[in-house]
């Protein structure tokens, strides 16, 4: 069964920086279309980042030249590098993973910006 577990959130200063992990089980290594997205209290789920299967990384515009995502195949691991970080960035964040018809979650890693 396909699980994902983030880890690396936490409470940091406006400007600070933390990187966010979330290592997939469950299913062969190789490549696999992953994305990050966050959840603010009292607003929707937002996508903030996704990675192809190609290694084509997309970013929502508020997080264009502050946010890198990466993924190591070999070890099914995607990261979030989240750089200048601001108050608006507070959220819960999700990682999520597609594989055939499904949508896998992790249960999530909270931001807290202050």
């Known amino acids: 069964q396909v699980q994902l577990v983030e880890s690396g959130g936490g409470s940091v200063q406006a400007g600070g920086s933390l990187r966010l992990s979330c290592a997939a089980s469950?299913?062969?290594?190789?490549?696999?279309?992953m994305a990050w997205f966050r959840k603010a209290t009292g607003k929707e789920r937002e996508m903030v980042a996704s990675i192809e299967t190609t290694g084509r990384t997309n970013y929502r515009d508020s997080a264009k030249g502050r946010f890198t995502i990466s993924k190591d195949n070999a070890k099914n691991t995607l990261y979030l590098q989240m750089n200048s970080l601001k108050p608006e960035d507070t959220a819960m964040y999700y990682c999520?993973?597609?594989?055939?018809?499904?949508?896998?979650w992790g249960q999530g890693t909270q931001v807290t910006v202050s």
């Open positions: 469950g299913l062969s290594r190789g490549y696999y279309w």
């Open positions: 999520a993973l597609d594989y055939g018809l499904v949508r896998y």
